[in-house]
T-cell receptor, first 113, second 116 residues
Framework: DTGVSQNPRHKITKRGQNVTFRCDPI?????LYWYRQTLGQGPEFLTY????????KSRLLSDRFSAERPKGSFSTLEIQRTEQGDSAMYLC???????????FGPGTRLLVL | AQKVTQAQTEISVVEKEDVTLDCVYE???????LFWYKQPPSGELVFLIR??????QNEISGRYSWNFQKSTSSFNFTITASQVVDSAVYFC?????????????FGGGTRLMVKP
């Protein structure tokens, strides 16, 4: 199996712009998770999908954030009207199913100027 | 609510020394999983180990070993004969087995620096 991939690896944007990140999970993994990691902290859960259904969202996920997983394959995370506080590493993980180990991608590092 | 505490924010050792990274957790779940991940400078979280709450056997994998003690809610990680390549941030994490989401709760991480 190839691992989880994420694109882009780095993104610099100006405040107020919209950005979109993509995550491709390990093939045949049903679950896909998004986490956010700020400098010097551990990752924090944002949201997860079981196939194409988004089943839970953290309160960290403001209404400027939206995630999709069409057809239960890759996922996108969009941030609208970015703010400097959105600067972080956005990590994607996938697992085969419920209670299975999550494997992480390399992350997308976002810097909002 | 779940919580993971890694009290050591940074550890520095000289190559070939043994080092133990501490992890203490809190959960109300009776069934749960504990994990360790490694995050090298490249940023990707690399899975190291998963234990379930019913299995308190210690585990050894090469130079790595893990000590799970339910009585003290700890899941400590020891690297024997450390090497420069072990330099990274290490995260301990917890997920409740009965939580449908299975999302991970991470500690703040311990930065390990191994000097030659």
């Amino acid at each position: 199996d190839t691992g989880v991939s994420q694109n882009p690896r780095h993104k610099i944007t100006k405040r107020g712009q919209n950005v979109t990140f993509r995550c491709d999970p390990i093939s045949e993994h049903n679950r896909l998770y998004w986490y956010r990691q700020t400098l010097g902290q551990g990752p924090e859960f944002l949201t997860y999908f079981q196939n194409e259904a988004q089943l839970e969202k953290s309160r960290l996920l403001s209404d400027r954030f939206s995630a999709e997983r069409p057809k239960g394959s890759f996922s996108t995370l969009e941030i609208q009207r970015t703010e400097q506080g959105d600067s972080a590493m956005y990590l994607c993980a996938s697992s085969r199913d419920f209670q299975e180990t999550q494997y992480f991608g390399p992350g997308t590092r976002l810097l909002v100027l | 609510a779940q919580k993971v505490t890694q009290a050591q924010t940074e550890i520095s050792v000289v190559e070939k020394e043994d080092v133990t990274l501490d992890c203490v957790y809190e959960t109300r779940d009776t069934t749960y999983y504990l994990f360790w991940y490694k995050q090298p400078p490249s940023g990707e979280l690399v899975f190291l180990i998963r234990r379930n709450s019913f299995d308190e056997q210690n585990e050894i994998s090469g130079r790595y070993s893990w000590n799970f003690q339910k009585s003290t809610s700890s899941f400590n990680f020891t690297i024997t004969a450390s090497q420069v390549v072990d330099s990274a941030v290490y995260f301990c994490a917890l997920s409740g087995a009965l939580n449908a989401g299975n999302m991970l709760t991470f500690g703040g991480g311990t930065r390990l620096m191994v000097k030659p």
